[in-house]
């Protein structure tokens, strides 16, 4: 036996010794495992590292920051472990692209240096200033991890597109909690947005109430951007959510893609205020009338203001953020999936965490709801097409899409229903809880009008695979459309966390008969959006048969109902630029 064999093996039983015996704690809403934040194994198991999906080569990443567009140039900064591949010494690791899609690595922007962040640089937001100066707000840990401020730093050098260096000036903190703010609950400044009567920069800082558990937005302004004060009332707050990490607030055009500056406001555009819910891990987000003249915001009536409400991705998808790409004049959001293996795991591949792909955001024309799609540029990854046209699925039936690798692949396909007259009553008990049917109810489960869709990622004997389904019902003389994500049967190993996606979608399916998908499939990666990017569900999956060229995909009907592909296309997704130092 070579050394270098014995190695890995030394060291996967060296990390087995350390789980046994680590103590885990919990800062703020990330677990931490001291012992192993500073572990970084010899060799990255890459087997199932996403290819597409922004990543650097190694280590933990979790929440997307401050994105922003500089002089030709897309920022994105991130909440990063320089040292190991779990949560902690965390810093903000700089990325630049041209394309959001193709990404080069420059040194950390922010890590702790100064004693008002010396235990940490997390999450927060850029704002571009008139005149094009870009600014960052970010919450710095201090006192021992009890307490939470928020910092600003300005690039160095504002003749570098790269804005590879920042100075975090000596004033800061620019803002510190009073004795009103739970001290270790605020955190994650938001973008400012421009008042439109006073012209002062308003920004909102997550926070918690522990009466009623409320989740709060607490609101600041500032004249110079520099000197903050806090408004007498939050923005908005609600109750019974609990700590509100990483808000995001910003207007949305009615009846146009387009999107709109940070600081617009007024007639002919809606305001959204989404936070990430630290208690379920869950994001939602309401949409509602900003009134600056009141300095609040009010949710529409039909917008759930709770963990009920809507979300961006009904599956693993957090601490998002939106920026305006005044480029292309539209909102572009990101997001962050954390990995569904266990600690272990992370510690011996040496990686995790991935930035989903950048998604263009949007009003739907109904109002009732956002529509996202993935960024145009991304289609430039595309080679290798196959298409399919026409192909009825007989119920209890399915057939494999040939002729392109699929393990980084990018897949839409529009399904035509046969009938809806044999569609099952939806029971009233999971009403506004799709993920608890889908949980029950798995791709497996024979139903009327569907479970129809992909399984992706599977092995050539469907011993492995993640199914991406629709289910139709009947539901007080409608229809009702749930799509689901199923991972139950997307490995044989064990020990691995497979949980069951789930979300409505509103569609008039009645008279349509069509519904459309579209999956990335990225290794590890599944990510969907349904109906044109109404509904939409990320999975991390860890498959050990269905892996690299053993990766099939196939279209079934496990319905009693004939489903018809009326077109599938599908493309290999060639692996772009990603992290490479510059
Ligand atoms: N992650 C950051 C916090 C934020 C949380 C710390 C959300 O600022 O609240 O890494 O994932």
Known sequence: MTISNTFPKLWLTLVAIFLFVSLQKVSSSHLLYEEFSNLSPPVIDKTLLPSYHFRPPRNWINDPNGPFFYKGIYHLFYQYNPYGSVWGNIVWAHSVSTDLINWYAVDPAIYPSKPFDIYGCWSGSATVLPGGKPAILYTGIVDNFKTQVQNIAFPANLSDPLLREWIKPDYNPVIASDPSINAVQFRDPTTAWLHPGNKHWNIV????????????AVLYRSKDFVNWTKAKHPLHSSKGTGMWECPDFFPVAVGERQGRDTSATGRGVKHVLKVSLDRTR?????????????????PDQASVDGSEGLRYDYGNFYASKTFFDPAKRRRVLTGWANESDSVADDVSKGWAGVILIPRELWLDENGRQLLQWPVEEFDRLRRNHISVAN????????????GIDTAQADVEVTFEISSLEKAEDFDPSYEGDAQAYCAKNTADVKGEVGPFGLYVLADSTLRERTA????????????????CHDPTRS??????????????V????????????????DHS????FGAGGKTCITSRVYPSLAVGRDARLFVFNNGAVDVKVSELNAWEIRTPLMNRQI
Do not use: C, M, W
Not at 282 to 298: K, M
Not at 468 to 483: A, E, I, P, T
Not at 525 to 528: I, L
């Open 468 to 483: 991406v389904f629709f289910k139709v019902f009947k539901h007080q003389r409608k229809h009702v459309v749930l799509f």
């Open 205 to 216: 800082i997550g926070s918690t109430r522990e009466v009623g558990q409320r989740g709060v």
């Open 525 to 528: 990666v599944v990510e969907s």
């Open 506 to 521: 509103d569609v008039d399916i009645e008279s349509t008969k069509t519904i459309s998908l579209r999956s990335l499939i």
């Open 391 to 402: 192909q009825v699925v007989n119920p209890d039936t399915f057939f494999r899409v040939n």
């Open 491 to 504: 490995t044989k190993r064990e020990n691995i966390f497979k949980p069951t996606f789930a979300g409505f």
């Open 282 to 298: 869950f994001e939602y987000y309401t949409l509602g009338t900003y009134y600056p003249a009141r300095d609040r915001y009010l």
